[in-house]
């Protein structure tokens, strides 16, 4: 998308929590493209939930306009302050603690005073609880959301969302989530190595990946294998990574029988997640609602970038990444008979397989490049400049 040239003069006032991997790739492209400074500010709390090693200093974005702002409990006065001072557009805004909320009503009040454009990022959409806290999540979104100039949104799912709260679709811009995985010559070895380390020839992979917490559900995937294996043989459900449930998740294994094909790979390190991918004959995310949603997992896209079908539960927010019967299936949340339907329409058919992993590589390599974020983005910009004038 070309860029108008009074656009990339902007100065543009982007707050986010922090930088994450597969964001610094974004956050590169857009410093080049326009006068964007960015004040991360919560490094901190997501260092200790993602076991990430962020700091003052952060490797990657060497060059960039950046600041990592600190917080006292749970709030950035630094980046309420900046709010104050000199820049043309904000981007920013979060609710996902009563923190954050409290940080961003600071924003949008000093912003709005200024006159100057908001535009919001976010990735909600309507998960199917409720409670009195959701009510009043619901109720702030959608005033936030009608007022300010533009929103950001991962895909059609949130901006649903956001436009049952009564914002114009004409405020809404899709800036797909992208991850920053890339395929190598290595990973080619390193499924071969994992195939022998782990005995693996002539078997059929299911794969998880993500943390093992209570929101992603893999009880139910865990429970549609042990269906699974009453009709397949020589099937395998690897379990990629760690959190809380494990130990659970373990015996649950144990009681149903099938310990023996689940194995629990716990964290491994990011070179070695490509030659997991394609080790695999399907990717399955089984995420469950809780008190929360799994908003926009990159796993989909990850899977996805490497050619595997896809199945997730519809409690996912990238369920419209995925078309039922062309790249994977979307089935019902809880429903280990579902989940173990699916799997075997795909394991049991290695022209479908095939067929469906190369449609999600399309989708792909369509949509969810960094270059459709920079797109987003550009159109939201453009957007609220024009409103501006």
């Not at 929590?17 to 410093?31: C, E, G, N, Q, V």
């Not at 809380?244 to 649950?252: A, G």
């Amino acid at each position: 998308m070309a860029v108008d040239k009074d656009l990339k003069s902007s100065k543009i006032l982007f707050i986010h929590h922090t930088a994450m991997w597969y964001r610094k790739p974004f956050f590169r492209m857009l410093s080049k493209i326009y006068d964007v400074k960015y004040l991360f500010t919560n490094v901190e709390g997501y260092n200790k939930t993602y076991d990430t090693d962020l700091s003052q200093r952060i490797e990657g974005l060497e060059g960039v306009n950046y600041e990592v702002v600190k917080n006292y409990f749970g709030i950035s006065f630094g980046a309420i302050k900046e709010t104050m001072g000199e820049y043309d557009v904000f981007v920013g805004g979060s609710w996902d603690t009563p923190t954050d909320l409290i940080e961003t009503l600071f924003y949008f009040i000093v912003v709005k005073l200024r006159r100057k454009p908001f535009i919001l990022w976010r990735e909600d959409w309507d998960w199917n609880v409720k409670s009195l806290k959701r009510s009043f999540v619901k109720f702030m979104a959608g005033f936030i959301g009608r007022n300010v100039d533009a929103i950001l949104v991962p895909g059609s799912k949130h901006r649903e969302f956001f436009t049952s709260l009564g914002v114009s679709s004409d405020n809404i811009f899709i800036m797909p989530n992208v991850s920053n995985i890339e395929s190598n010559d290595k990973d080619f070895q390193n499924r071969e190595n994992i195939r022998k380390e782990l005995n693996l020839e002539n078997k059929k992979v299911i794969l998880y990946v993500g943390r093992l917490i209570d929101l992603k559900g893999v009880d139910y995937l865990i429970k549609a294998f042990y269906k699974l294996g009453k009709d397949c043989k020589d099937i395998v459900l690897l379990v990629v990574g760690e959190g809380p449930e494990k130990s659970k998740l373990e015996s649950l294994a144990e009681e149903l029988g099938v310990n023996n094909s689940v194995i629990f790979t716990g964290n491994i390190d990011n070179s070695l997640l490509g030659g997991y991918y394609l080790l695999s004959n399907v990717f399955v995310l089984p995420s469950i609602t809780t008190y929360f949603a799994d908003a926009c997992p990159l796993v989909v896209n990850e899977a996805m970038y490497f050619a595997k079908p896809v199945i997730t539960s519809d409690a996912v927010g990238t369920t419209f990444m995925i078309q039922n019967g062309k790249n994977g299936y979307v089935v019902p949340e809880r429903d280990a008979d579902s989940l173990c339907n699916a799997i075997y329409k795909i394991i049991s058919d290695p022209d479908l397989e095939k067929k469906m992993g190369n449609e999600s590589k399309n989708v792909i390599e369509e949509g969810f490049k960094y270059k459709n974020m920079v797109d987003g983005f550009t159109s939201a910009l453009e957007h609220v400049m024009k409103r501006k004038k």
